[in-house]
């Protein structure tokens, strides 16, 4: 009995001595996101995905094509704008996943950041040139037909937003007016953005020589 013992805590002793050596030996795995930061990047996209389709939502093809001045964009145009970065941005973000991550950028409180974006990117005191491949081309015709493509981009970045495991949060991409931006941070950019240009389709709506119907 006496011998049973004693092999029974040297055996309890082996593996608690098994299980430190596994932990000392097996590379640290990059963390995912946590819940609180998902839901926010979660909310930003729906609120947003549902202000862009409210908002071209009943309007006639007359109203929706209609430019304030010969430089400006119609409604139809910058809708075919925020599509445009509802396909590239992604893609940016994923060629960054693929590089090696740099987690000495984050900052101590990468959240604040998140709230900066969703308050200060919507706002159009001031206003930027979209880049060439981000500018309308006229590749919708139909409205419905740019709804569906939009919808079906951003309800694919939603699914990716709520079921990955990858760490965002230590990838970055320079973004020229605000710095460098986390993977996460992009997207919740992209949501910013989406409402910066539902208010610029606002403007254009509210100008007083917008057609009736």
Same mark, same amino acid.
């Given at each position: 009995?006496?011998?049973?013992?004693?092999?029974?805590?040297?055996?309890? /002793?082996?593996?608690?001595?098994?299980?430190?050596?596994?932990?000392?030996?097996?590379?640290?795995?990059?963390?995912?996101?946590?819940?609180?930061?998902?839901?926010?990047?979660?909310?930003?996209?729906?609120?947003?995905?549902?202000?862009?389709?409210?908002?071209?939502?009943?309007?006639?093809?007359?109203?929706?094509?209609?430019?304030?001045?010969?430089?400006?964009?119609?409604? /139809?145009?910058?809708?075919?704008?925020?599509?445009? /970065?509802?396909?590239? /941005?992604?893609?940016?973000?994923?060629?960054?996943?693929?590089?090696?991550?740099?987690?000495?950028?984050?900052?101590?409180?990468?959240?604040?950041?998140?709230?900066?974006?969703?308050?200060?990117?919507?706002l159009r005191d001031q206003k930027f040139q979209a880049p060439?491949?981000?500018?309308?081309?006229?590749?919708?015709?139909?409205?419905?037909?740019?709804?569906?493509?939009?919808?079906?981009?951003?309800?694919?970045?939603?699914?990716?937003?709520?079921?990955?495991?990858?760490?965002?949060?230590?990838?970055?991409?320079?973004?020229?007016?605000?710095?460098?931006?986390?993977?996460l941070q992009w997207y919740i950019m992209m949501a910013a953005?989406?409402?910066?240009?539902?208010?610029?389709?606002?403007?254009?709506i509210a100008n007083p020589a917008f057609p009736k119907k």
């Amino acid at each position: 009995m006496y011998v049973y013992r004693r092999n029974a805590t040297f055996n309890n /002793m082996s593996r608690y001595l098994l299980s430190l050596l596994t932990l000392a030996v097996t590379p640290l795995v990059a963390q995912s996101l946590a819940q609180g930061e998902r839901d926010y990047a979660l909310s930003a996209l729906h609120a947003s995905r549902k202000l862009m389709l409210d908002t071209v939502s009943g309007l006639s093809e007359n109203q929706l094509k209609w430019k304030p001045a010969p430089n400006a964009w119609s409604v /139809m145009e910058i809708a075919e704008h925020i599509e445009a /970065m509802e396909e590239s /941005m992604p893609q940016m973000v994923a060629a960054a996943m693929k590089g090696p991550a740099t987690p000495e950028k984050k900052k101590a409180d990468p959240r604040q950041t998140d709230y900066a974006l969703m308050k200060s990117v919507p706002l159009r005191d001031q206003k930027f040139q979209a880049p060439e491949n981000l500018q309308p081309k006229g590749r919708f015709t139909k409205i419905a037909d740019l709804e569906k493509a939009f919808r079906t981009a951003r309800d694919r970045n939603i699914t990716y937003i709520r079921e990955t495991k990858d760490d965002l949060r230590d990838h970055f991409i320079n973004q020229p007016a605000v710095g460098d931006l986390d993977g996460l941070q992009w997207y919740i950019m992209m949501a910013a953005h989406t409402e910066r240009h539902v208010n610029q389709m606002k403007e254009v709506i509210a100008n007083p020589a917008f057609p009736k119907k």
